[in-house]
Every structure is written in C-alpha cells, then in structure tokens.
Nanobody
C-alpha cells in the first residue's frame, strides 16, 4: 500500500505561483511514475503532468505546458508541482497519484493510488 498526501494548495491571485507537494508513505514510489491530476467543480478529473521514476521524463497537458513543472525527490519520497503564472481556469482540486507499471500517462484509470487532494483557487 502507498499513502499519498498533497499539500501546498491555497488562494492566489492570477499571475501568482504555488508549489504543491505530494508526500508518500508506505511502499516506495521511487520505481514508479507519478502524476498530477485536477478536478474542477462539475468537470471530469483531467491530467496535468507526469514524471518518470527517475525524474528524467516528464509530460504535461497543453493547458499547463510552459507554466507548470513537475519534479520529484525520491530520497524524500516526494513529488512536486511548481505552478507559475496561474490563471482562474487553473482553479481545481489537485491530486497526485502513482501510476501502474506500463500504464498510459494521461489516463486516470492507469493510476492505482491517489491522495485526498489539495484545493487551488486562483482569483481574477
């Protein structure tokens, strides 16, 4: 079992920045790809970013490319999402998740473990 706990969300003005953290406990995540997803009210959960087990491979949704950066520190069992130039449309609950081996990066169903989420609200 893996437990994931997100933190770092909050209220920020448009153009501002936030850094989300996802701390893992239980089984190691160092050999697993990890991802961030988000879900706005009334919308489906959507892919934001993913990172390979070593941190050398990353991928982003077009909507956040160039503004968000995913990273990880395997020694600390933590995954990060640096969010810059935030927009009101980035408002959502953000979740981190551990991808199943061989799973497709942008599909939520390919992720086996999820955190409880952290709220990000961007005001205009």
């Amino acid at each position: 079992q893996v437990q994931l706990v997100e933190s770092g969300g909050g209220l920020v003005q448009a153009g501002g920045s936030l850094r989300l953290s996802c701390a893992a406990s239980g089984r190691t995540i160092s050999s697993s790809a990890m991802g961030w997803f988000r879900q706005a009210p009334g919308k489906e959960r959507e892919f934001v970013a993913t990172i390979g087990w070593s941190g050398g491979s990353t991928s982003y949704a077009d909507s956040v490319k160039g503004r968000f950066t995913i990273s990880r520190d395997n020694a600390k069992k933590t995954v990060y999402l640096q969010m810059n130039r935030l927009k009101p449309e980035d408002t959502a609950v953000y979740y981190c998740a551990k991808r199943q081996e061989g799973g497709t990066a942008y599909l939520a169903r390919e992720y086996a473990y999820w955190g409880q989420g952290t709220q990000v609200t961007v005001s205009s």
